[in-house]
């Protein structure tokens, strides 16, 4: 029996120490290979490149660097790069933490969320640190998950987002998406040619307090590991809204 495939992505870059660090932790899970974007792609959630071509060049053997975002990187390794399908794909290790509703701008979740549709069990995994990093932690960690997810496997359309906090961790939890209140920061200036340009900064979060978070997790110092679906569908008010069905059918309908 062949070894286990594994593909690599992430959304800081084909260069970046933390897929560096991955793939050094997972050598001899079974057969790594790296297919990433050339560049940063961050907060790319799970866009594809639809409107030119995509080109792969190799870096290393079993490593190549793709000109578009995370997502692109999965969709084309699965359908054209790789030798054969891969039996897990993980993302990351993200430069900074993907908590709460920042899964829905992260391309490190995006590239997970895009191996989901394959039918490819994924794994995103981020460092919630921005400064003094050290992934070895979080590597180490995302060994360990990741054999487990080779030997158990996941549901379908379900990955899994890991958050490693600073630091040695305490121990880790299962956890539910945290949520949060967001202000927006938006700085405007001039250009060169006195243009108004806009630049969207992070901004500044207002968790909201719940001990199943994510969030919570990470500031108690434990590895944070939330089963994400790919499903959004808010299936409690389905009924409700079904009673609205008349009221909003086209003209002509009835």
């Known amino acids: 029996m062949a070894d286990p ?3 690599l992505t992430n959304d800081d870059g084909v260069h970046a120490p933390g897929i560096r660090a991955l793939a050094a932790s997972l050598d001899g899970a079974g057969e790594v290979w790296v297919v990433a974007p ?3 792609a961050s907060a790319s959630s799970q866009s594809l490149t639809l409107k030119h071509p995509l ?7 079993r490593i190549l660097a793709v000109d578009g975002t995370p997502a692109d990187c999965v969709n ?3 359908v054209k790069l790789l030798p054969r399908r891969p039996t897990v794909v993980v993302s990351g290790i993200n430069r900074g ?14 590239a997970a969320r895009e191996a989901t549709f394959f039918g490819v069990p994924a794994i995103a995994v981020s460092l ?7 992934y070895g932690p979080a590597a180490a960690f995302t060994r360990r998950l990741t054999d487990l997810v080779i030997e158990r496997g996941l549901p379908e359309r379900t990955l899994l987002n890991v958050n490693v906090p600073m630091g040695q961790p305490v121990g880790a939890a299962v956890t539910v998406q945290g949520r949060r209140a967001h202000e927006s920061t938006i700085l405007e200036g001039l ?5 108004t340009y806009y630049w969207i900064e992070e ?9 199943m978070s994510d969030i919570h997790a990470v500031r108690a110092g434990l590895v944070s590991v939330s089963p994400l679906q790919t499903d959004t569908t808010n299936h409690r008010v389905v009924d409700a809204l079904r009673g609205w069905a008349r009221e909003i059918e086209p003209s002509g309908a009835r």
């Not at 080109?55 to 290393?60: I, L, S, T």
């Not at 993907?98 to 979740?109: H, I, P, Q, R, W």
């Not at 919630?128 to 050290?134: F, G, P």
């Not at 901004?203 to 001990?211: A, C, F, Q, T």
């Open 128 to 134: 919630a640190a921005r400064a003094d990093l050290d």
């Open 97 to 110: 933490g993907n908590l709460g509703d920042d899964v829905f701008y992260s391309g490190t979740v995006g």
């Open 5 to 7: 495939l594994i593909l």
């Open 76 to 78: 084309l390794a699965i």
């Open 38 to 40: 050339d560049r940063e």
């Open 191 to 195: 250009d060169p040619r006195l243009r």
């Open 203 to 211: 901004g500044r979060d207002h968790w909201v307090s719940d001990e």
């Open 55 to 61: 080109r792969a060049e190799k870096v290393e053997a």
